[in-house]
């Protein structure tokens, strides 16, 4: 049995879910990231698979996404790495807003996603040393080479920028992606799952962080899933993937 509560992180609105009878009890807390256009509701699944399995689960909902969107579906399109960059930089608020109230057991944090949630895992991961382990379900942690395909950035009235003011908007994405920055996640545990066949987030991108940390060294608390014939989307494998990890490592 699981509860679960319709919350506020500061000014974010959350879903919260715990082990029954729980609530109050400092347990490991997985903060979870939806993916775009998507919302904290769409991936409650997550919650009830880790809560009942003994975590704390805080799901957010994005800027401009769920509760705090505003209905402007042009805007939120032409500034998908702004969003990114926020779900990353709004993590320590909800996290403080947990500690505060004594709810984390242990500094016991892991971080979790899907797309651009998996996105959001990568780089919180590489940005926050007190994230002990991570999951990427259909993410990449190259931000500034998947922009030139994946939502690039545009204009105020929707047009495609220039090559200069391109460079421009993605330069900031060196601060949070995990291109030439794998030191910062070396040896600690992480999830990666992709479908083979995504079409929307390349596999590739998946496959390349592995094989990269792996030449380096530094994938011995690395997982790496690939499921065959899979596209964009999540699956039971990936669900319980997920739970088993952070139950090992977190």
Sequence with gaps: MIEIHDERAGDIAVIHAVPAGQ???????????????????????????LARVGFRVVLPDADRHGERFDGDEARRLATFWEILRSNIDELPQIKAHFERLGLIADGRIGMAGASMGGMTALGAFARFPWVRAAASLMGSGYYRSLAQTLY?????????????????RTAVLAEYELEGRLETIAGRPLLLWHGETDDVVPAADSLRLAAELRRQGAGSRLTSLVEPGVKHRITPLALSATADFFRREL
């Design 23 to 49: 609530y109050h009890w400092p347990l490991p807390t997985v903060f979870f990231c939806h993916g775009y256009t998507s919302s904290k509701e769409v991936y409650g699944y997550f919650a009830y698979a």
């Design 152 to 168: 690039p950035p545009l204009g105020a009235e929707g047009e495609a920028l220039s090559p200069a003011a391109f460079a421009a």
